[in-house]
């Protein structure tokens, strides 16, 4: 059974960097897979914020691009997401997600393995 667990978030202020990491057990690196961060803020739906998939190719919702980057570890089966110069409207609970198949990597609903999510607070 795979797990996904979040780990990094906290409060930080506007300008201020989080370093979010997610470790997947449970779950083999072979063959064709997509990891991705996605977030949801109090009354709002759920977004993708960034994706890579086994090729390492990288995806980006426009609002981080330039700010945000995703990484994996395959070796550790680890995925993290650096987060720079954060802004209030990054706030939110970020989850890391992954699944086999997906058409759109930033599309939330794609997503069939979920963790528990880490909360990111700017302020």
């Known amino acids: 059974q795979v797990q996904l667990v979040e780990s990094g978030g906290g409060t930080v202020k506007p300008g201020g960097s989080l370093r979010l990491s997610c470790q997947a057990s449970?779950?083999?690196?072979?063959?064709?897979?997509?990891m991705g961060w996605l977030r949801q803020a109090p009354g709002k739906e759920r977004e993708g914020v960034a994706a890579i998939d086994s090729d390492g190719i990288e995806s980006y919702t426009d609002s981080v691009k330039g700010r945000f980057t995703i990484s994996q570890d395959t070796a550790k089966n680890t995925v993290v997401l650096q987060l720079n110069d954060l802004r209030p409207e990054d706030s939110g609970t970020y989850y890391c997600?992954?699944?086999?198949?997906?058409?759109?990597?930033?599309?939330?609903?794609?997503?069939?393995?979920w963790g528990q999510g880490t909360q990111v607070t700017v302020s």
């Open positions: 449970g779950y083999s690196t072979s063959g064709s897979y997509y």
């Open positions: 997600a992954t699944d086999r198949l997906l058409m759109r990597p930033l599309n939330p609903s794609e997503y069939q393995i």
